[in-house]
């Protein structure tokens, strides 16, 4: 199970930090975004290791995905935050090698203002 939250309104320029607090362990965790009339588009993922992290170009250099698994909790700070970056954020979860994105959380709403 995954809770997604620290969504909000903020101004061009601002920045936000997102969490998703996970109930277990998973092999990667990613967050994706989806604005309306658009697809849902990947963002950002992070290996349980933290060793390995992956950007989309449109957010490389504004956004750091982190992780504490100590709190089984990964992180999403945005920065130099622009107004298409307006969208539902969500963050997923594969389990295993392989499985591909099989834990979705609900979505928290990122709405910039220019």
């Known amino acids: 199970q995954l809770q997604a939250s620290g969504g909000g309104l903020v101004q061009a320029g601002g920045s936000l930090r997102l969490s998703c607090a996970a109930s277990g362990r998973s092999y990667v965790t990613g967050w994706f975004r989806q604005a309306p009339g658009k697809e849902r588009e990947f963002v950002a993922a992070i290996s349980w290791s933290s060793i390995s992290t992956y950007y989309a170009d449109s957010v490389k250099g504004r956004f750091i995905i982190s992780r504490d698994n100590a709190k089984n909790t990964v992180y999403l700070l945005m920065n130099s935050l622009k107004p298409e970056d307006t969208a539902v954020y969500y963050c997923?979860?594969?389990?295993?090698?392989?499985?591909?994105?099989?834990?979705w959380g609900q979505g928290t709403q990122v709405t910039v203002s220019s």
């Open positions: 997923a979860a594969q389990s295993d090698l392989g499985s591909g994105y099989n834990y």
